[in-house]
């Protein structure tokens, strides 16, 4: 009598809880989402990293050429610019990178020339890749009238 009752109840109700291959599968799904997640955080991290670079380089590069600009038309000569280097904390922040600093004459009625300030550095995949670049013009300033 007591089997015939296992029995009947097996019969009404043929599923109780999950199988192993239910689970199985939720597992599954589960490490994918997560492996899924765990890309985008890392993508995210890259991401803000290389921002957060380029907004120093950009700073870097704005603040050496705002010093260029400022210095004495006698200064502003391609072996003065060789031997400027980046500030410690972009040295820190921008491992790897390099400051150019480019100053050429124009040919036009006026006599001027050009600044051009560049920070690149190399990729792991060992291409340059540029950072922030600025230019600007500075013209020979006017002798005053006696």
Do not use: C, Y
Request: charged fraction near 20%.
């Amino acid at each position: 009598m007591h089997r015939s009752t296992t029995n009947a109840r097996s019969a009404n109700n043929p599923r109780r809880g999950a199988s192993l291959l239910e689970s199985l599968a939720a597992t599954v799904l589960l490490a994918a989402l997560l492996a899924g997640v765990a890309q985008l955080v890392t993508l995210a991290a890259s991401s803000e990293r290389a921002r957060s670079q380029q907004r120093i380089a950009a700073l870097e590069a704005a603040n050496t050429l705002d010093r260029w600009m400022a210095a004495s038309w006698t200064d502003l000569q391609p072996r003065e610019a060789a031997q400027v280097a980046l500030s410690p904390r972009a040295r820190q922040s921008l491992p790897g990178a390099k400051l150019t600093i480019a100053i050429e004459e124009t040919a036009d009625v006026l006599t001027t020339r050009r600044i051009v300030v560049e920070i690149t550095r190399h990729s792991p995949a060992g291409e340059e890749v540029r950072l922030a670049r600025l230019s600007a013009f500075r013209h020979t300033p006017e002798d005053p009238q006696p």
